[in-house]
């Protein structure tokens, strides 16, 4: 008998980003050389303090279960690392400890998302968001902030988006896939409007917060006032500047209410993160940054290596991201031509797909992130990657008539 499935399950599809890297493992095992540019999180290992700090945690059979909301010790090392980066404070009741950031999302949503509920989400978007309020039983709403105005937010276009049934608005900066970071200006814009409209909580997300480039500054907008403060969950996590994707810690930092709903569903739902990896995180964030500024340094050479590589690319347009680890190409120009198989381009996809089956080069298609006509290039790969895989795609685009 065939299985049958809950009414949520067709609300959502599942991440693509995750259906490319299972795309590419599986071309790997056949045998094909694969290079693969779909990568979602930094090719470092973890540092060496944070394997150290496993280690003893282990040895000390600190395999328990915690807190729901995290241990005290990863509390206090988040309150502490809010203020001394972000110049934030927080007490131990407005931070929760999740199974990775995308876990303290999701909780966020199913506690305050019900049924006809809308979560205003800028185009392009990281693939959870609209995913996650749709399994809340919410409606995603998509404000265009395009290529065309540096994937800036559209402050105007959101406001007008905004309805009595708003429960939040997603921000993203440093961005996954647009590599753009929120100006002061347009926080200042942001700020403004939403004074006009206390009943919209903010969903910030920082987790790029560490990955930025060319003298970027980082700013939450959680520090633009106690009124936007009292109303935002700031979410971040060690995934991307540690390296610490598979321990699995992310946190949330906001409203002590907010906080509170969101430990009572951990109760029901993960219980807590895990306790090996709540400890990574504690040495993670109170070491100092030696590490991170070295990551930093590494991702920046990549991203101006593969700036430079790209440029010259006849049909594509690339401009440098500010911030993360991704380039989202303009693939436009190329939309009509013929592959030397035969087949016309017609969208985004078909260029990755191309791309996939006859260099076996692996990136995501823009209309993944809601942005068709584009596709994103992660650059957290080695040197010897970024060498082949940029030469592989300047002949994919070259062979096209
Ligand atoms: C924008 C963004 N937010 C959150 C996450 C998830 O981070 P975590 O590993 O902490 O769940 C990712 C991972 O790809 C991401 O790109």
């Given at each position: 008998?065939?299985?049958?499935f809950a009414?949520?399950?067709?609300?959502?599809?599942a991440?693509?980003?995750?259906?490319?890297?299972?795309?590419?493992?599986?071309?790997?095992?056949?045998?094909?050389?694969?290079?693969?540019?779909?990568?979602?999180?930094?090719?470092?290992?973890?540092?060496?303090?944070?394997k150290?700090?496993?280690k003893?945690?282990?040895?000390?059979?600190?395999?328990?279960?915690?807190?729901?909301?995290?241990?005290?010790?990863?509390?206090?090392?988040?309150?502490?690392?809010l203020?001394?980066?972000?110049?934030?404070?927080?007490?131990?009741?407005?931070?929760?400890?999740?199974?990775?950031?995308?876990?303290?999302?999701?909780?966020?949503?199913?506690?305050?998302?019900?049924?006809?509920d809308?979560v205003?989400?800028?185009?392009?978007?990281?693939?959870?968001?609209?995913?996650?309020?749709?399994?809340?039983?919410?409606?995603?709403?998509?404000?265009?902030?395009?290529?065309?105005?540096?994937?800036?937010?559209?402050v105007?276009?959101?406001?007008?988006?905004i309805?009595?049934?708003?429960?939040?608005?997603?921000?993203n900066?440093?961005?996954?896939?647009?590599?753009?970071?929120?100006?002061d200006?347009?926080?200042?814009?942001?700020?403004?409007?939403?004074?006009?409209?206390?009943?919209?909580?903010?969903?910030?997300?920082?987790?790029?917060?560490?990955?930025?480039?060319?003298?970027?500054?980082?700013?939450?907008?959680?520090t633009?006032?106690?009124?936007?403060?009292?109303?935002?969950?700031?979410?971040?996590?060690?995934?991307?500047?540690?390296?610490?994707?598979?321990?699995?810690?992310?946190?949330?930092?906001g409203?002590?209410?907010?906080?509170?709903a969101?430990?009572?569903?951990?109760?029901?739902?993960?219980?807590?993160?895990?306790?090996?990896?709540?400890a990574?995180?504690?040495?993670?964030?109170?070491?100092?940054?030696?590490?991170?500024?070295?990551?930093?340094?590494?991702?920046?050479?990549?991203?101006?290596?593969?700036a430079?590589?790209?440029?010259?690319?006849?049909?594509?347009?690339?401009?440098?991201?500010?911030?993360?680890?991704?380039?989202?190409?303009?693939?436009?120009?190329?939309?009509?031509?013929?592959?030397?198989q035969?087949?016309?381009?017609?969208?985004?996809?078909?260029?990755v797909?191309?791309?996939?089956?006859q260099?076996?080069?692996?990136?995501?298609?823009?209309?993944?992130?809601?942005?068709?006509?584009?596709f994103?290039?992660?650059?957290?790969?080695?040197?010897?990657?970024?060498e082949?895989?940029?030469?592989?795609?300047?002949?994919?685009?070259?062979?096209?008539?």
């Amino acid at each position: 008998m065939p299985l049958s499935f809950a009414p949520l399950m067709a609300r959502f599809k599942a991440s693509e980003s995750t259906e490319a890297g299972a795309r590419a493992r599986a071309l790997r095992a056949e045998g094909h050389h694969v290079v693969d540019f779909s990568i979602g999180e930094p090719d470092f290992p973890v540092p060496a303090n944070v394997k150290e700090a496993i280690k003893q945690a282990l040895d000390g059979d600190d395999t328990h279960y915690t807190n729901t909301g995290g241990t005290l010790e990863l509390i206090d090392a988040v309150r502490a690392k809010l203020l001394r980066e972000n110049g934030l404070e927080y007490g131990r009741d407005q931070i929760i400890i999740g199974s990775g950031a995308k876990s303290v999302m999701y909780h966020a949503f199913a506690c305050t998302v019900g049924e006809g509920d809308e979560v205003i989400v800028p185009v392009p978007y990281w693939i959870s968001y609209p995913n996650q309020v749709r399994i809340a039983g919410g409606t995603p709403v998509f404000v265009e902030c395009g290529a065309d105005g540096g994937f800036q937010l559209d402050v105007a276009a959101i406001e007008a988006a905004i309805t009595p049934r708003t429960r939040w608005l997603v921000l993203n900066s440093p961005n996954n896939p647009t590599g753009a970071m929120l100006s002061d200006a347009t926080l200042a814009e942001l700020a403004e409007m939403l004074a006009r409209h206390p009943h919209v909580l903010i969903m910030s997300d920082e987790i790029y917060e560490h990955l930025r480039y060319g003298g970027a500054v980082h700013r939450s907008i959680a520090t633009l006032g106690e009124g936007i403060k009292a109303r935002t969950l700031v979410v971040n996590g060690v995934s991307k500047s540690y390296a610490m994707t598979g321990l699995r810690i992310g946190y949330g930092a906001g409203p002590a209410e907010l906080v509170k709903a969101m430990v009572k569903l951990q109760t029901q739902t993960t219980s807590c993160a895990s306790s090996l990896g709540q400890a990574g995180a504690v040495a993670a964030l109170n070491a100092s940054h030696d590490d991170v500024a070295a990551r930093r340094a590494v991702m920046a050479q990549r991203r101006d290596y593969l700036a430079q590589r790209l440029a010259g690319i006849p049909g594509l347009s690339v401009r440098a991201p500010e911030g993360s680890m991704y380039f989202f190409c303009d693939c436009r120009g190329l939309l009509g031509k013929t592959t030397p198989q035969g087949a016309r381009l017609e969208s985004d996809l078909d260029f990755v797909r191309y791309l996939l089956d006859q260099y076996k080069l692996v990136v995501i298609q823009g209309s993944a992130y809601g942005c068709p006509g584009f596709f994103r290039i992660s650059f957290a790969t080695s040197q010897e990657n970024l060498e082949e895989g940029s030469a592989r795609l300047r002949d994919a685009c070259a062979a096209l008539g």
